[in-house]
């Protein structure tokens, strides 16, 4: 089977989403490795200026278009390296798609399983202002903690200076995650995919979304 | 406009390629990054085997699958991130599926534009077997040195250990290279884009088949 991928939100997200997906497959010839197919659309309008109101445009065409596009040049199940663009996930899903893999769900699965019930998200203000992560985590009973509007603002820059492929001090990352967890947090989730691309020579113990996508997406494509 | 990448062979190296793709790019939003189409299908069957006459598998029927796939999905151009693929060059372009960009073309280009005459070239026994990478050097005056039996030996050795995922020793790629440049080589080619993977944070001054495509799709896609 083929997996697909709807991506370039933001390209460096899916450059790595892709990266993780090569080398989570331990294989003996290339072509053991599973089928690909990734429709890096970063023309597809911004998602947290959408959902905060900022920008009359929805990425909701363009996504479909993608979705579409992927399913009809024969991908099985569809997996969607962007936490902002969950927030459409309703509307792609109840569209006879059939198998789209769910990063929320995954995740508050996966942080379920280790027992936290309190955790910092590091998000787009799309994905707050969205509460669609939020719910999520509390269907497992999981609480969530926001950054302050001032490490949230400044949150907003960093993620944006990732997109426009600018390099970014990995210390304030941590900056940002040591204040979640000084308010209590048990620890605290990229949940944002350019925040796995900040973090991913860190050595920090972050909950990453993307690896858990990745993971997620191996094991479908293998079933 | 949309690139199509025919990818997966091997998936680092279409990893690598996208990387410099967006590398390439600089964008005041992610929305200026050019969207791409990228079919990493590694199931493709091994292309030096089927030149060598290793194996009666052609590779003809998946490439031409996947380059049907992607002009079909709407993809204007596309680029073929794996040297020895390009023995298939002229099965694929014949058959009206328009723009597809020419890695040998391009790099024989570049190099007649640096005046060199004389060049190594590291690449699989296929693409040294094919004989299709000479030629098209030669049509630009450009004469080709090899490595010996015992270093192409070797030299396959690496390149199947980076399509694995294995990690490998950048010094023995700098040895094969050396012992073409004592042989009088001017220059060297990356001839095979894994090599580009294994060179990728090296400082030598490689010609790279793999930058070379990148910076042409770019260009192709900016029209």
Same mark, same amino acid.
């Given at each position: 089977?083929?997996?697909?991928?709807?991506?370039?939100?933001?390209?460096?997200?899916?450059?790595l989403?892709?990266?993780?997906?090569?080398?989570?497959?331990?294989?003996?010839?290339?072509?053991?490795?599973?089928?690909?197919?990734?429709?890096?659309?970063?023309?597809i309008?911004?998602?947290?200026?959408?959902?905060?109101?900022?920008?009359?445009?929805?990425p909701?065409?363009?996504?479909l278009?993608?979705?579409?596009?992927?399913?009809?040049?024969?991908?099985? =199940?569809?997996?969607?390296?962007?936490?902002?663009?969950?927030?459409?996930?309703?509307?792609?899903?109840?569209?006879?798609?059939? =198998?789209?893999?769910?990063?929320?769900?995954e995740?508050?699965?996966?942080?379920?399983?280790?027992?936290?019930?309190?955790?910092?998200?590091?998000?787009?203000?799309?994905?707050?202002?969205?509460?669609?992560?939020?719910?999520?985590?509390a269907r497992?009973?999981?609480?969530?903690?926001?950054?302050?509007?001032?490490?949230?603002?400044?949150?907003?820059?960093?993620?944006?200076?990732?997109?426009?492929?600018?390099?970014?001090?990995?210390a304030?990352?941590?900056?940002?995650?040591?204040?979640?967890?000084?308010?209590?947090?048990?620890?605290?989730?990229?949940? =944002?995919?350019?925040?796995?691309?900040?973090?991913?020579?860190?050595?920090?113990?972050?909950?990453?979304?993307?690896?858990?996508?990745?993971?997620?997406?191996?094991?479908?494509?293998?079933?």
């Amino acid at each position: 089977m083929t997996l697909g991928v709807v991506g370039g939100m933001g390209a460096q997200a899916t450059a790595l989403f892709y990266e993780k997906l090569i080398a989570l497959q331990n294989v003996e010839t290339e072509q053991e490795y599973i089928d690909v197919l990734i429709y890096s659309k970063s023309s597809i309008p911004d998602r947290t200026a959408y959902i905060t109101g900022k920008s009359g445009e929805s990425p909701l065409p363009a996504l479909l278009h993608a979705v579409k596009t992927l399913k009809t040049a024969g991908a099985s =199940c569809i997996a969607i390296p962007c936490i902002t663009s969950h927030f459409f996930l309703d509307d792609l899903g109840n569209r006879d798609f059939g =198998c789209i893999l769910n990063m929320l769900e995954e995740t508050a699965r996966h942080i379920s399983g280790t027992g936290y019930k309190k955790v910092g998200l590091l998000a787009t203000m799309g994905t707050l202002h969205g509460r669609f992560f939020h719910d999520a985590l509390a269907r497992y009973n999981i609480e969530t903690l926001e950054p302050t509007p001032a490490d949230q603002a400044a949150l907003m820059e960093y993620i944006y200076a990732i997109k426009k492929g600018r390099s970014v001090d990995l210390a304030r990352l941590h900056g940002f995650s040591g204040a979640l967890l000084s308010q209590g947090a048990e620890a605290v989730i990229l949940g =944002c995919t350019e925040l796995s691309v900040a973090a991913k020579d860190s050595s920090h113990d972050y909950i990453d979304a993307l690896d858990i996508l990745a993971q997620a997406a191996i094991t479908k494509s293998k079933k």
